[in-house]
């Protein structure tokens, strides 16, 4: 016997069920096949300062996260993307337009149908659980354009369209004909709304971590009696009346419950975790790439501008300030998601091709960056993407799909509230403790 309970993957979900365990007095073993804890959260050292390649923001009312950065002394601050007098920049249409407030100055002919489109979308969320969505729910991939559901019912213009587009690929990592729409209006509610997802005052970009995010996954670590096992990829697990053996590369080892708190498309590659069953099997990440763009100062602040951009027609979609709380260097970061990001990362000069339309967006100045770097998610061992799990077709994931017996489940992607987020990772990683906690499991004999 290894430890009480086995915990497979030290992303932030695992972390947190093995110091909910350990807090209930049960002893427990982390299993991490990465040689580095933290999963999809990755703060990197960028000119002596922390750039975060991986998740970056928490706020709103995601009270999981914020409530354990406070308790174990992690610091946060307010986004301020929205400073006083401070304006950003809206690319769409091929227009760079700057702007101050919550809209852009977008003619009223064209913005009313993205208008129409977001306050439909807002009422489908609503729905989604409490009314049956036929159609919806059988789609199949390959049937016929996901897009028509949402795309071409609720945003009635090719600017509407565009607009989608962007937004699916910032949240999901994805373009809209890849997410099945029942499962996008499931995750939208559990954020609460795309509001909620998209702002900063009271939303999901509030705050960011001073010291970036891998000062919360370093934290949690530390609490725990024993460091995560690095390097130690779980290839299977077999659970039977009194134990579960949990097998790796340098051998097998027993425990009375195991978490798998790995991203679902890369359980399957963990034989006898899943569940038979399709959905499960063949659900997949979303694409997901950051280029992180060094200038000796921000001289975007100088010229006013918050360095925020939501770039609709370009290899990104998003550009955002960095380094925010220091005066130097200067720290760019674009997003590029789904078909934009497998595309910009199938190209040998997509660090050029990023720097061209920063210039593209703000002017000369972006021409001339001392340091450029990038990450596509999809090429990260053991992750295979992000921010989530897409399934091929129905809802959302749910942990009823998949806990049997002594196998039980957290990772974001089967959060009840923000699954694809920090919160969600928290609140699951919890989740899969309190079962074991409440004895759903009991302890080795
Ligand atoms: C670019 C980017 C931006 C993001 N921005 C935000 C943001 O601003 N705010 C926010 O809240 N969230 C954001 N997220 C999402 C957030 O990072 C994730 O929701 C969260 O970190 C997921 O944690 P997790 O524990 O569920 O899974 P993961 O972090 O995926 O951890 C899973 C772990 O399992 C390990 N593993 C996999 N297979 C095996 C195996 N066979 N054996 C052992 N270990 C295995 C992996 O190596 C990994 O360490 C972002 C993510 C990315 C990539």
Not at 42 to 57: E, F, M, N, S
Not at 209 to 232: I, T, Y
Request: net charge negative; charged share 25%.
């Amino acid at each position: 016997m290894s430890g009480d309970v086995i915990v497979i993957g030290a992303g932030l979900s695992g972390l947190v069920a093995a110091l909910e365990l350990e807090r209930a007095g049960r002893s427990v073993t982390v299993l991490e096949a990465a040689d580095r804890i933290g999963g999809k959260v990755l703060t990197r050292d960028v000119d002596g300062h922390h750039v975060d390649y991986g998740a970056h923001w928490v706020g709103g009312d995601q009270t999981a996260v914020l409530d354990l950065a406070d308790e174990l002394g992690v610091a946060t601050a307010p986004e301020p993307r929205r400073r006083r007098g401070a304006d950003e920049l809206f690319a769409a249409a091929g227009r760079v337009l700057r702007y101050h407030g919550q809209v852009p100055p977008i003619p009223a002919r064209e913005w009313l149908p993205v208008g129409l489109g977001i306050a439909g979308l807002d009422v489908a969320v609503r729905r989604s659980r409490s009314t049956p969505l036929p159609v919806l729910d059988a789609w199949r991939p390959g049937e016929h354009d996901m897009s028509n559901e949402i795309g071409d019912r609720l945003f009635r213009s090719a600017y509407g369209r565009d607009i989608l587009t962007c937004f699916y690929r910032l949240i999901f990592g994805a373009d809209p004909d890849e997410v099945p729409a029942r499962a996008a209006l499931e995750y939208l509610r559990a954020a609460g709304s795309l509001r909620a997802i998209a702002e900063v005052r009271d939303g999901a970009q509030e705050r960011y971590f001073v010291d970036g995010a891998g000062a919360l996954v370093a934290a949690v670590a530390q609490q725990l009696s024993s460091e995560p096992r690095l390097r130690r990829p779980v290839t299977a697990v077999r659970s039977d009346g009194s134990g579960v053996d949990v097998v790796t590369e340098d051998g097998t080892l027993r425990a009375s419950a195991v978490v798998i708190a790995v991203p679902l498309p890369r359980a399957a590659d963990i034989d006898g975790a899943l569940p038979a069953g399709d959905r499960m099997r063949n659900s997949r990440m979303g694409e997901y790439a950051k280029t992180i763009v060094v200038y000796d100062r921000p001289w975007w602040r100088e010229d006013g501008l918050t360095g925020t951009v939501l770039d609709v027609d370009g290899p990104v979609q998003m550009v955002v300030d960095g380094n925010p709380g220091a005066a130097s260097p200067g720290v760019l970061v674009a997003f590029s998601g789904g078909r934009a990001a497998s595309d910009l990362f199938s190209r040998s000069d997509r660090r050029e091709v990023v720097v061209a339309e920063l210039v593209r967006l703000f002017g000369a100045h972006a021409a001339s960056p001392r340091l450029v770097d990038d990450i596509t998610w999809s090429e990260q061992p053991w992750l295979g993407g992000a921010p989530t799990a897409i399934p091929p077709y129905g809802g959302i994931f749910e942990p009823a799909d998949l806990t049997t017996g002594r196998v039980h489940w957290a990772g974001t992607d089967l959060a009840d509230r923000w699954p694809g987020y920090l919160d969600g990772a928290v609140r699951s990683g919890r989740r899969a403790a309190a079962e074991i906690i409440g004895g759903l499991t009991p302890p080795a004999p």
